[in-house]
């Protein structure tokens, strides 16, 4: 479904992404695990496109130079020059880091401009979907996005993304700053809308015990570079990722 | 003690009206269109040439220069300031050399036959021709159609960005452009509707208010600063605050010229600007961007 091959990206002379090739399989869960710095950010805004938004900002003000060089190929099109709202219109959606609610629009607005892409009769199974999911959101209709705890901005910002009828749904850090208990929660319906829409997904995380057990393929990023990579089963059995990231 | 309220009333929204095209491309897409008085301007000429020199029907006239005037905005956009986003000194250059070209084009005297813009002469017939007198007080037809449109431009912007998808658009670029590009939001696209939307919103208000006066070019001046002024003092980008600040201006207006005469008018008027910024910098309900961030 994904392709990814020797993507580098550069700010100015740093690496963020060195040289990584992914492989992310239709209808299952990806795992991108690493450090702060790793270079999962990045990644993720690579792939969504968004990146290129960075750049011509960059370039206009004369600041830093983003050098982006490889091939992203989805659904058999090389997208690496895609502009990330064609590549929204793909189905590539990104549920960004610090989930970026829109804080003065109330939450189901949010979810209404979440489904800008999508048709009416779409919208409206979707939302309801969400509503099942995380019924917590329905309680909280009309509060502000910016009056939301963490746990219910991550449970809106997926939600949101949702409704944007994702092909490949992409949650950058969607466990950041969160109780364990959410935790658990998050994980749980994260599992939950993979079997049930078969929507795939990749999923970046610092932390990646809890998540572990729900990929199906899973990649270790140090520097930069993926180290490591592996079955769920593989990385959970390798020694240097399991004292390393795993803590255990 | 009632003309005071309803004239009040009709300054303040004539202030509104002038505004709410500034505000709607700024809070948008935070680009300060420095066109919008030339455009306010343009829209009233082009509506008194097409009803006097090609005899359009009136409102014909008036559709046409509004079409014309989004085309314009949108162009503006798509051509110049689609290059320098992000970097509000040029924007505001950029703009504002748009709108001298159009402001000072108004006046050119001689190219293939044009007279050129100048003088008293040219004026917009008003809407109805009728006075009417309300508790007490004397005031024109035009005047109550200007109330009148004040308050349709509000409802039906308020209504459009809160359920058509476009205006849902427009409000997730102004709150997060990049989550908003995220979710298939086209932050190009949008900008540029922002821009013809404010044109088009610029051009109502010169349909409406000019037939009070004459049509001239250095009014696009005055109406640029009077934009700025009412956006600044609101909190830039922020409509209920925009709001808020015109009936401040309106009404600060009224009063000095009832009770100290008209020459005070614009003293009181920079007078007020002043007082506000120096008790609230970031204006009446200008809010810190940044929201405090939640974990």
Known sequence: MLEVKNLMVFYENAIAVNNISMTVTEGKITGVFGANSAGKSTLMRTISGIILDQKKKQEMKGGERITVLGSITFAG??????????????GIILCPERRRIFAESSVMENLKIGGILATRSQAKKTLDYVFTVFPALKELKKREGGFLSGGEQQMLAIGRALMAQPKLLLLDEPLLGLSPLMEQMLVKAMHGINKQTGITTIIAEQYARPILPIVHYGYVLENGGAVVEGTSRELMKNPDVKSAYFGL | MMDILIYGTVNSVTFSLIAVGFT????????????????????????????????????????????IASLL?????????????GLPTSEIIASFAFG???????????????????????????FVD?????????????????????????????????YSKIGLSLRAIAQDEQAAMMLGVDSDRVAMISLALGAALSGFAAVVILPLGNVTAEAGYRVLIYALAVCIIGGLGSWGGAILASFVLGFAMILSTSF????????????????????KPSGLLGKQKELEERV
């Open chain 1, 77 to 90: 099109e090389d997208i690496i020059h895609m502009k990330p709202s064609d590549r929204a219109r793909k």
């Open chain 2, 24 to 67: 709607l491309v700024y809070g948008v897409s935070r680009l300060p269109n420095f066109a919008h008085g030339a455009l306010y301007v343009l829209v009233g000429f082009m509506t008194w040439s097409f009803v006097n020199d090609l005899n359009l029907y009136y409102p014909l006239a008036i559709i046409i220069s509004l079409c």
């Open chain 2, 73 to 85: 905005g949108a162009l503006i956009y798509r051509l110049v300031l689609i290059r320098l986003r």
């Open chain 2, 100 to 126: 001298l070209i159009i402001l000072e084009g108004l006046r050119l005297q001689g190219i293939g036959g044009f007279k050129g813009f100048i003088g008293p002469f040219y004026v917009l017939p008003a």
């Open chain 2, 130 to 162: 009728a006075k009417f007198r309300i508790a007490g007080v004397l005031i024109d037809a035009q005047r109550l159609i200007i109330i009148g449109g004040g308050l349709a431009v509000v409802i039906l912007l308020w209504l459009f960005t809160h």
């Open chain 2, 260 to 279: 100290f005469g008209a020459v005070w008018e614009s003293v009181v008027l920079v007078g007020t600007i002043i007082l506000i910024l120096i008790f």
